[in-house]
């Protein structure tokens, strides 16, 4: 699992860019970045998801969490590119009607 954030960019937003299977074991190496994603919660956070090939129950914690911190500071969370079997584990868990999806 591969985590990059980009910060200063034309569309005033810092993005994290997901790569690989945020599985279990991958939600523990990764959770330092989704804190340092928590220092930007005021502002717009794009989580581009074009890479990831899996989530589990323990990344969609991390992304619900980083949302609730977006939510206490009016912030915006964006998730972005998911694929298809992504979009059916959101769809599935009602996660789908929680973020903004584009």
Do not use: W
């Not at 990764?30 to 129950?57: K, M, R, W």
């Amino acid at each position: 699992m591969k985590v990059e954030i980009e910060t200063g960019n034309s569309a005033n937003a810092v993005v994290a860019r997901l790569q690989g299977r945020l599985d279990t074991a991958a939600a523990v190496d990764v959770t330092p970045y989704f804190e340092q994603l928590a220092q930007y919660a005021a502002g717009h956070i794009i989580v581009d998801c074009e890479q990831l090939e899996y989530i589990a129950s323990s990344g969609l914690r991390l992304l619900l969490g980083l949302r609730k911190e977006v939510a206490a500071k009016s912030g915006r969370l964006q998730i972005r590119s998911i694929n298809s079997d992504i979009r059916q584990v959101f769809m599935m868990t009602g996660f789908i009607s929680l973020f903004e999806i584009v």
